[in-house]
């Protein structure tokens, strides 16, 4: 079987739903964790951004299209185009709120704080209420009918950040979002990964508190 080297930093990230999708398939890969200090010297090799998937000799960079490659290998995509395509609407919902973190990168502290309330009030849920319809629809799973895919775990993977990076669970008021990162984690070979993965020590939240 050809061997996966996933080049990433040593945390969660962009880089869990890769290592999730590689366990939940069965396929072997290095889990090669970069030291933030170390970056500068491994950016020229690793095409100036991580995470990049190393496999058969080709350096793969954007973690969504590395997601979706690897779905396929692990039975995780859609059966037609259609379904495809809904669970990318779903991915591309959980890109548009991951933009919305973009509060903390500022500097002066009385803005920031009233950047945070304003995202937390208004952005977060124009988001989550959208992907709370599709777990509704869909029997607590995002995109397709009752079954797993790739967009559950990207959202997993996203709700454990969300709840590190606003220090308050975000999901209380959507009970299929809730459901969906249930299904998840009941799943035994993602609970293979985030038994065995290492901890991250700034963590205050960590998906193991589920299983």
């Not at 990049?52 to 960079?61: K, S």
Request: one cysteine or more.
């Amino acid at each position: 079987a050809p061997k996966f080297r996933l080049h990433y930093f040593d945390f969660t990230g962009r880089g869990e739903p890769i290592r999730i999708l590689l366990t939940y398939g069965g396929l072997e890969f290095d889990d090669i964790r970069i030291e933030k200090k170390d970056w500068p010297k491994v950016k020229p090799s690793a095409l100036g951004q991580l995470p990049v998937l190393e496999f058969q000799g080709h350096m793969i960079p954007q973690s969504t299209a590395i997601c979706r490659f690897l779905a396929n290998k692990a039975n995780l995509s859609g059966k037609d185009e259609f379904e495809n395509l809904k669970i990318d609407v779903a991915v591309d919902t959980i890109e548009d709120l991951k933009k919305v973190s973009e509060w903390a990168y500022e500097k002066n502290e009385e803005k920031k704080k009233a950047l945070e309330e304003t995202t937390l009030k208004e952005h977060v849920p124009f988001f989550l209420k959208k992907l709370e319809i599709h777990a509704e629809k869909n029997g607590g799973y995002l995109a397709l009918n009752r079954v797993i895919s790739w967009a559950d775990v990207y959202m997993a993977t996203e709700y454990e950040g969300y709840m590190n990076f606003f220090d308050r669970d975000v999901l209380t008021d959507y009970p299929n979002l809730q459901r969906v990162i249930r299904s998840v984690l009941t799943e035994p070979r993602v609970q293979q990964w985030i038994r065995k993965r290492p901890r991250i020590a700034s963590f205050t939240y960590d998906l193991r508190n589920h299983l």
